[in-house]
């Protein structure tokens, strides 16, 4: 595991028990057993840095069910063994990252079954729309759903959007100058001529953004009668949910990307018991 990654597990925890826990300082130090076991079925995610919270504080794991399988009610995910202490100061900070890294694996798992099953060549995207400070804990848990990860940071690929082209002279003029310093950039459009512009000056990816269905199929044969469509993704994004998610699969896209994948997360329900 990175030590970035380590590190920021470690501020989790350093956040919630800040000077110490003082309620697990009442009960006498032993060592204990304990398991997390699932309240739902889901699929499960952050086992890994979980297992990590703990062994940073010297406790033993054993895990169950690692990233990415299936839970039920009342399984058994991992078992702890260490100090009083430290199991307890620990579970509130492995839990939360836990139930949260769960929902969104169980959200895009449901998201992915539908494209899946309307066009199986089209992938599922996250966006950086996501908790500050939990991107990576956010992007890990799309990618345990079946889901990928698309740019982690501003820094990863050009990204031309609305307010970009709202900021500048021109569409064409940003292009031109992404060209001149970037192999690969992405280009968000709002409509046909934009979605050329884009596609002849050398994108390599499209993001029709807003666009029903019907109106990405007639970009989409435009480009193709122009002979274009070959050389880029194309890209849907902006009011997908999972009432017209296989619609949007259907349409003839590379990509779809939605931000509710890490955006509006209902966490799974987890829960340490002491044996």
């Known amino acids: 595991m990175q030590s970035s990654v380590k590190k920021q597990l470690e501020r989790f925890l350093a956040e919630d028990i800040k000077s110490g826990d003082i309620t697990s300082r009442l009960l006498s130090r032993k060592k204990i057993t304990a398991k997390i076991i699932s309240r739902e079925n889901s699929i499960i995610a952050g086992v890994a840095y979980a297992k990590e919270i703990f062994t940073s504080r010297k406790c033993k794991v054993t895990i169950h069910k690692k990233d990415g399988q299936k839970v039920a009610p009342n399984q058994k995910i991992m078992t702890i063994y260490g100090d009083t202490y430290d199991i307890l100061s620990c579970e509130r900070t492995a839990l939360n990252l836990m139930s949260r890294m769960s929902g969104i694996a169980n959200q ?69 100058r992404a060209k001149l310093k970037h192999k690969k950039f992405e280009v968000e459009v709002e409509n046909l001529d934009d979605a050329i512009t884009a596609a002849r000056e050398g994108a390599y990816i499209i993001m029709l953004d807003n666009m029903s269905p019907p109106k990405i199929r007639k970009i989409i044969k435009k480009l193709e009668q122009l002979n274009l469509r070959n050389k880029v993704k194309i890209e849907a994004s902006g009011g997908i949910n999972h009432s017209n998610v296989a619609q949007y699969a259907k349409s003839g896209v590379d990509m779809i990307s939605i931000g509710r994948l890490t955006s509006s997360v209902q966490g799974l329900d987890l829960s340490l018991e002491v044996n």
Do not use: C, E, W
Not at 122 to 138: E, Q, W
């Open 108 to 176: 895009t798992n449901s998201y992915v079954k539908k494209i899946r099953a309307a066009n199986p060549k089209v992938g599922l995207y996250s966006t950086r729309k996501t908790a500050p400070g939990l991107r990576i804990f956010d992007k890990d848990a799309v990618a345990i759903g079946g889901g990928h990860r698309h740019r982690m940071s501003l820094d990863q690929m050009v990204m031309i959007k609305d307010n970009h082209i709202a900021a500048s002279d021109s569409l064409f003029d940003l292009v031109k």
